[in-house]
Nanobody, 119 residues
C-alpha cells in the first residue's frame, strides 16, 4: 500500500523558513513525479512544485520561484520543500502527491501538514 506522509509544518513568523518533508513508501517511484500542493481556507488547491524522482529535475509555479526549493533523498525515500521568506499568504495545508510520468495525474496523496505564517 502506498503511503505519503508529510511533516515539518508549524507556526512561523513572516520572513521565516520551514522545511517540509514527505516520506514515501509502498512502491517504487522511479517513474513518478513527486509534487507539492497547498490549499488555504476557502481557496482551491494550488500546485507549487514537482520533482522527477529518477532524474531530480524540478519545476516550480512562478509565484514560488526563488523562495521555495524542492529536493529529494532517494536513500531516505523522502521529498523536501524548503520554504524561505514566508508570508502570511503562504498559510495553508501543504500536501505532497505522486503522479506517473506518463500520465501526469496525481494519484497518491498525503494527509497534509498545516503551515501558519504570522505577521
Amino acid at each position: 500500500q502506498v503511503h505519503l506522509v508529510e511533516s515539518g509544518g508549524g507556526l512561523v513568523q513572516a520572513g521565516g523558513s520551514l522545511r517540509l518533508s514527505c516520506a514515501v513508501s509502498g512502491r517504487t517511484f522511479s517513474s513518478y513525479f513527486l509534487g507539492w500542493f497547498r490549499q488555504a481556507p476557502g481557496k482551491e488547491r494550488e500546485f507549487l512544485s514537482h520533482i522527477t524522482w529518477s532524474s531530480g529535475s524540478t519545476y516550480y509555479a512562478d509565484f514560488v520561484k526563488g523562495r521555495f526549493t524542492i529536493s529529494r533523498d532517494n536513500a531516505k525515500n523522502t521529498v523536501y520543500l524548503q520554504m524561505n521568506s514566508l508570508k502570511p499568504g503562504d498559510t495553508a495545508v501543504y500536501y505532497c502527491a505522486a503522479a506517473k510520468l506518463t500520465q501526469g495525474r496525481y494519484e497518491y496523496w498525503g494527509q497534509g501538514t498545516q503551515v501558519t505564517v504570522s505577521s
